[in-house]
């Protein structure tokens, strides 16, 4: 067999593993437990419960680089901390250890756990409001349900969101936080409760037309 051929069909069952991973596993749980009511509910209850745990080294990746700030390979200057997301892996996992890849993992949980709820109440309720007994809801307003169901959401989670991030980055250089508890309480002390808010203006303008798009995608692949 070719070289070429052999890479091709590994790397495409790769892609085909990790695709297809998230429904094998919703598949296996309906198999071997009788918890959930169904695809959708079992979906669900997996994103919600248990997301939070596998996303951590993800997210905790996607901040240490968006936090990077030396310059790129520039000739003669130093190399930047992290050339990329596998790099910066294996240097938190050398550094830090197993246990630095989840870092901040339950800021992340208590986040996104009254959030999940808050984001999908908002828009049932908003939908329901504006839209007549036994009709679907019309595209625009499922675009403003969804966008303000997001800036519910993201309003909720920025306290959160804010000592997630700086759990993630605790550790670069020195630990300063010894938990959750004692990020929040040295935030406040040292820059007072407004900290709890920083960035909720930003993370409110980016929400609106992601999850306004997100929605009105959603409702019109149910419809189809």
Known sequence: MPVEEFVAGWISGALGLVLGHPFDTVKVRLQTQTTYRGIVDCMVKIYRHESAYFLAPFDLIKVRLQNQTEPRGQLGGPPPRYRGPMHCAASIFQKEGPRGLFRGAWALTLRDTPTLGIYFVTYEVLCRQYTPEGQNPSSATVLVAGGFAGIASWVTATPLDVIKSRMQMDGLKRRAYQGVL???????????????????????????????????????????
Request: contains cysteine; aromatic residues 16%; charged residues 15%.
């Open 182 to 224: 004692d990020c929040m309480v040295s935030s406040v002390r040292q820059e007072g409760p407004g900290v709890f808010f920083r960035g909720v203006t930003i993370n409110s303008a980016r929400a609106f037309p992601v999850n306004a798009v997100t929605f009105l995608s959603y409702e019109y692949l149910l419809r189809w």
